[in-house]
Nanobody, 118 residues
Framework: VQVAESGGGLVQAGGSLRLSCTAS??????????MEWYRQAPGKRRELVAG?????KTDYLDSVQGRFTISRDKNTVYLQMNSLKPEDTANYYC?????????????WGQGTQVTVSS
């Protein structure tokens, strides 16, 4: 399974960015169930920012609720980030969960850097 993120960059506080993540595979899976965005800032633990499940249920980190929106189109997940703050600066990672043979398998992307200047 390949997981490829894009869309990071440098933006001023108050600005917007849209991250994209596409999962692809030549292996036999029943599909990608959950797709999530995590972030990790230097010296901090990786944290779940937003997730979208099969059926469309979404979850958000409290500090991004109302500013970030996660959406999905088949095997691509997006994270629309508005009203960005300097504390949103981090490396953002996409995680996808593939269902196969009744088991879940987690796959991660390499990350994309988001830097918000004050």
């Amino acid at each position: 399974v390949q997981v490829a993120e894009s869309g990071g960059g440098l933006v001023q506080a108050g600005g917007s960015l849209r991250l994209s993540c596409t999962a692809s595979t030549s292996e036999v899976f029943d599909g990608f169930t959950t797709m999530e965005w995590y972030r990790q800032a230097p010296g901090k633990r990786r944290e779940l920012v937003a997730g979208i499940r099969d059926g469309g249920k979404t979850d958000y980190l409290d500090s991004v609720q109302g500013r970030f929106t996660i959406s999905r189109d088949k095997n691509t997940v997006y994270l629309q980030m508005n009203s960005l703050k300097p504390e949103d600066t981090a490396n953002y990672y996409c995680k996808v969960v593939a269902l196969g043979g009744g088991y879940d398998y987690d796959y991660w992307g390499q990350g994309t850097q988001v830097t918000v200047s004050s």
